[in-house]
């Protein structure tokens, strides 16, 4: 999920439809994210507070040998975390991952989107390679952060956390990215630029725009002296 520049919800409402909700630390901790789908969108199929423990779990279970969870674990950010993470950040690093690219291939009737106005989403997926932010998030109280991180990004299981290696300016280091779970029901794949482009110029949702979306990761990358020519491209097309 993604972050948006708005009034938040408080806690003591139920979320309507028209209320804009911003993505902050503060949201997740009062699961505002999960409130608002099961009072606007019920059908949409959302993972259990158990489910997502258990998913952690699962991921701190299977840390790859040499990985000290006392000291924390990185997160591999390419979207919406590198500017808002919303946890703890104790070291930050540019890098890159290899055998995955970043793609807006997760359509959104809900977030930024709305049944009438869709939009899309950036995932990882697989082939290629993805520059990007290797966040730490610190031992302390490591589950408590984990769990804000998941609410965010495995409430509906578009995504499925696996432990990666980086490429970093401080040599090779294992992280969890969130890549696309292809099974999703709103994984689509690679889209024409020119579909892509009218989703994101016109997708609008309760945490704001794709189109706002796409500018503030364009523009995030650019501070860290990273390009990405699609997203460039896909920039300059939406604005034009």
Known sequence: MSDAQSSDIHADEQAPTTQSIAMTREVLEQDLIRRHFEHVYPEVALKSHQELRSSIQHVLATAPPGVQLRDGVY???????????????????????????????????????????????????????????????????????????WR??????????????????????????????????????????????HLLRTGRGVLGSCREYLDNTVGDLHALGIRDRRLESLQRAVAG
């Open 75 to 149: 997160l591999f950010a390419y979207g919406s975390l590198i500017w808002n993470p919303c946890v703890e950040v104790a070291e930050r690093h540019t890098c890159r991952l290899y055998g995955y690219h970043r793609d807006f291939c997760l359509k959104l009737d809900h977030g930024r989107g709305t049944p009438e106005t869709p939009g899309l989403m950036l995932a990882l997926a697989p082939g290629g390679s993805c520059h990007g932010v290797a966040l730490r998030v610190p031992g302390d109280h490591l589950e408590r952060e984990l769990e804000l991180v």
């Open 152 to 197: 965010r990004e495995m409430l509906t299981g578009a995504y499925r956390p696996r432990w990666i290696k980086l490429k970093t300016d401080v040599g090779p280091i294992w992280g969890v990215a969130f890549v696309i779970n292809p099974h999703h029901e709103r994984y689509i794949g690679r889209q024409p630029d020119e579909a892509v482009v």
